[in-house]
């Protein structure tokens, strides 16, 4: 578990609050930049948290349960366009 969480430092939680009552949330990781030497920019858009340069993994999504989540480090809203075309690279035919 160690290794992982210095691999994937952090995750996004993109479930809508309108689901806050089923006591898991929808995560996407964010890995370390370094981890994904090779990418493409639509689907793993970069970001900055807490100074640490991350990559959106959307292939690894999954629901958590909401109990492991830590509090929030920081916020990654404005860049929700760039999140959700991740998101739509996974699941649409482009």
């Not at 430092?9 to 090779?38: C, K, T």
Request: glycine fraction near 6%; avoid cysteine; charged fraction near 30%.
């Amino acid at each position: 578990m160690a290794r992982a969480a210095k691999r994937i430092p952090y995750v996004v939680d993109i479930q809508s609050d309108l689901l806050r009552h089923y006591g898991r949330r929808l995560v996407m990781p964010l890995a370390n930049e370094g981890e994904l030497p090779e990418r493409d920019p639509i689907l793993n858009p970069s970001f900055t948290v807490e100074d640490r340069p991350v990559v959106l993994l959307p292939l690894d999504a999954a629901t958590v349960p909401t109990d492991v989540l830590g509090e929030p480090v920081g916020s990654l809203l404005d860049d929700g366009d760039r999140i959700i075309g991740a998101l739509d690279r996974v699941v649409m035919r482009s």
